[in-house]
């Protein structure tokens, strides 16, 4: 069984800076890629980056290069999303996504193996 858990959301202002975690409970987390979504109401999940197996591909969506940051810690099980110069916009729940795979990344939210609940981050001006 594998479980994902996003943390970190909460308030942050406008211009401000904000960083998810997702850890993973399973044994083989390094065999497995991540990556991160966002899903504003009314609206379709968006990919936002992924990253594979050990770091060493990543991969950014045009609305966020430049702002966000991907990393992991295969030692603690965990992949962060640093957000920087946040925008109102950016105002949503964010979810993480593990496929086992080095490499694995698509905006077919069905292609992905598995799923955080998802962490609710506000950017207020």
């Known amino acids: 069984q594998v479980q994902l858990v996003e943390s970190g959301g909460g308030v942050v202002q406008v211009g401000g800076s904000l960083r998810l975690s997702c850890t993973v409970s399973?044994?083989?987390?390094?065999?497995?890629?991540i990556n991160w979504f966002r899903q504003a109401p009314g609206k379709e999940r968006e990919l936002l980056s992924a990253?594979?197996?050990?770091?060493?591909?990543?991969d950014y969506a045009d609305t966020v290069k430049g702002r966000f940051n991907i990393s992991r810690s295969n030692a603690l099980h965990t992949v962060y999303l640093l957000k920087n110069i946040l925008k109102t916009e950016d105002t949503t729940v964010y979810y993480c996504?593990?496929?086992?795979?080095?490499?694995?990344?698509?905006?077919?939210?069905?292609?992905?193996?598995?799923w955080g609940k998802g962490s609710l981050v506000t950017v207020s001006s």
């Open positions: 996504a593990a496929d086992r795979a080095p490499w694995h990344t698509s905006t077919n939210t069905r292609d992905m193996g598995y």
């Open positions: 399973v044994l083989t987390f390094s065999c497995y890629a």
């Open positions: 990253i594979s197996w050990n770091g060493g591909r990543i």
